[in-house]
């Protein structure tokens, strides 16, 4: 079985601040997929990112980066310089690469972030 | 239309009545779910559909009946509900069932009384 802990439930910051979202997870699968995706309030959830656990590179996109480090089983979000339309709960999730029936995603319990003006 | 839709946005229903929610997928994918979002509860998969075939029923109550009758569309056709069955009911899709990343409409908010 796997699980995704995000510890922290709620960040508010002051926009332009640097912010860093959490995620730790567990998993007997010694490859899989990791995903951050974003669900505004608007409520469709936006993929945002796949990494596999084999590939330990650190990605950035724009003001975003992923910070993946499978010795500490943590695949870490920040956003640089943070925006009032960031503002939303952003989901860790982890998926085993299986060749056998579809094993699918597990989510975090998410993060919600607030970005004040 | 582009990406995955879902109507209705917003559901009230009674306990007693029946009613179907629908999702289409535009993106030529051949993977569609059905997840259920609670507040302060972590997204849960309801069912797959891979090539129109259910692959996965994640001990669903019978009260919850999908339908997938192609590749585009999924329905989750719902009868006899409780107030504990108020939810987010987010629709999704993806390329394939196993490695790929998952495309999600905006959701029905679903409301019983």
């Known amino acids: 079985a796997q699980k995704v802990t995000q510890a922290q439930t709620e960040i508010s910051v002051v926009e332009k601040e640097d912010v860093t979202l959490d995620c730790v997870y567990e998993t007997r699968d010694t490859t899989y997929y990791l995903f951050w995706y974003k669900q505004p309030p608007s409520g469709e959830l936006v993929f945002l990112i796949r990494r596999n656990s084999f590939d330990e590179q650190n990605e950035i996109s724009g003001r975003y980066s992923w910070n993946f480090q499978k010795s500490t089983s943590s695949f870490n979000f920040t956003i640089t310089a943070s925006q009032v339309v960031d503002s939303a709960v952003y989901f860790c999730a982890l998926k085993p690469i299986s060749s056998g029936s579809a094993r699918q995603l597990t989510f975090g319990s998410g993060t919600q972030l607030t970005v004040l003006p | 239309e582009t990406g995955v839709t879902q109507t209705p946005r917003h559901l009230v229903m009674g306990m007693t009545n029946k009613k179907s929610l629908k999702c289409e997928q535009h993106?030529?994918?051949?993977?569609m779910y059905w997840y259920k979002q609670s507040a302060k509860k972590p997204l849960e998969l309801m069912f797959v559909y891979n090539f129109k075939e259910q692959t996965e029923n994640n001990s669903v109550p019978s009260r919850f009946s999908p339908e997938c009758p192609n590749s585009s569309h999924l329905f989750l056709h719902l009868h006899t509900l409780q107030p504990e069955d108020s939810a987010l009911y987010l629709c999704?899709?993806?390329?394939?069932?196993?490695?790929?990343?998952?495309?999600f409409g905006p959701g029905t908010r679903l409301t019983v009384t």
């Open positions: 993106l030529g994918h051949n993977a």
């Open positions: 999704a899709s993806s390329q394939g069932a196993q490695t790929y990343e998952q495309y």
